[in-house]
């Protein structure tokens, strides 16, 4: 198993549970898992494997209590390295991706364009307009939000934005454990996505230099992200509960 796969891993179920905890519900951090007791937000599981253990047993304890305690609506479970069949229990596999890894040796990827203004977002306000932009058009009522200003306050968090003309066009989170820096939430323009890809790598590097980035994708961001010198580390799943 590649550590890379480990850490990233790791990363991940932290800022999850960064997510959750400033809506007051935390998760538990267990030797093989991170899990979450408690609904969560959108979007974000109630489960994260950290290791790829030759017994698997625990985390398929852990998944069964949480469906003996009935979380209502939908609840996933990220099985962080492809060892889980979870199929039988009533789960369908809604996300197939790779963790990614970028050295810090590699320097910051060109991003710098006439008119774009990048810089970290720090007030709840700007945050809320950041989290407007992350989800796009819905053409429903909204929705409660994910982002709360409780983040804003953890040092190890920055929550990066582009602006065109005082409107946020793109963003990501750049999150620091460990030795490593996590990369998520990318959104971008369709139009120029790699360009802005460019730039929110640019930012989280800006943000903690000197350490590599983790993070997962798929599809075309995937290759946007090895474009930009990410390595594929291990695959990943996201199985919601149907």
Known sequence: MDERMVQAARNNAIWCDAVCRAHGRPGEFL?????????TPRFYPNVVTLTRPRDLSTQLRAIALLEARGLTGDWGVKDS???LDLAASGFQVVVEAHWLWRPATLPPPR???TGIRWARIKDAAALA??????EGPTGEETRPPVFLPRLLADQAIAILAAYDQGRIVAGAVASRTDDVVGLSNV???AADSAHFWAGCVAGAMAAFPGL????????EELSIAQALGFATVGPLRVWIKI
């Open 31 to 39: 030797p093989d898992l991170w899990v979450n007791h408690q609904p």
């Open 81 to 83: 390295f492809c060892a």
């Open 111 to 113: 991003a710098e364009r």
């Open 129 to 134: 307009a950041w989290e407007a932009a992350w």
């Open 187 to 189: 959104f971008t323009p």
């Open 212 to 219: 590599p980035l983790v993070g997962y994708e798929g599809g």
